[in-house]
């Protein structure tokens, strides 16, 4: 999954370096410049509890001379070249401190035991509007995050500052968890 990520951020040409993290096995193969590929993946960020935020501050750490930050996760692996460029230029052309890439999705959902006083909505669910009213309603799917310096320093976070939404579509939008979403995403590669 990762290489369709590296191809596509490579196809963009909008970066000077393109940092292929991993806790071992990539090799330079079809990697092209401007690509690092680090197999020395600190242990702490290789389990599945490890978190990319922390793993995006220690590259920035490593390379103080970055001042915009992308990360393009393998598991969201439909983005295309043409959609990194177009979040790039969102945040180079606007006042935007960060970028989130997400999709529409008016679904009206509950966070399971959020609190000690049990589950939450995550809308007003005493007014339950129609899908028709929901259409300013996003998921995050995981394909871009653009972070400027500043926001990794200050907040140890890809988001943070004014934040820019980026919108796919739903067929570029699949983010893959378990065999089904790798079953949908492969049907959709085929397709194109």
């Known amino acids: 999954m990762w290489y ?63 001042e915009l930050w992308c990360l393009l996760q393998p598991t969201s692996p439909l983005r295309t070249a043409q959609d990194i460029k177009k979040a790039h230029k969102i945040v180079l052309n606007e006042k935007w401190d960060s970028l989130v890439s997400v999709t529409p999705n008016p679904v009206m959902g509950w966070v399971e035991n959020a609190t000690s006083e049990g589950h939450v909505a995550l809308y007003h669910y005493n007014e339950r509007p129609n899908r ?7 998921l995050e799917n995981g394909a871009i995050y653009f972070t400027k310096k500043y926001v990794l320093d200050t907040f140890r976070s890809r988001l943070g500052g004014q934040i820019a939404l980026y919108k796919m579509p739903k067929e570029r939008s699949i983010e893959i968890d378990d065999e089904f979403d790798w079953d949908i995403a492969e049907y959709l590669m085929g397709k194109r």
């Open 4 to 66: 369709w990520s590296y191809q596509e951020a490579w196809k963009s040409k909008i970066f000077d370096l393109i940092i292929i993290s991993s806790d071992g096995g990539i090799t330079k193969g079809k990697v092209l410049e401007p690509a690092l590929i680090d197999n020395d993946r600190p242990e702490m960020f290789a389990t599945d509890e490890a978190n990319l935020d922390d793993l995006l501050f220690f590259y920035a750490t490593k390379n103080k001379d970055i």
């Open 132 to 138: 028709q009213k929901r259409k300013s309603w996003f």
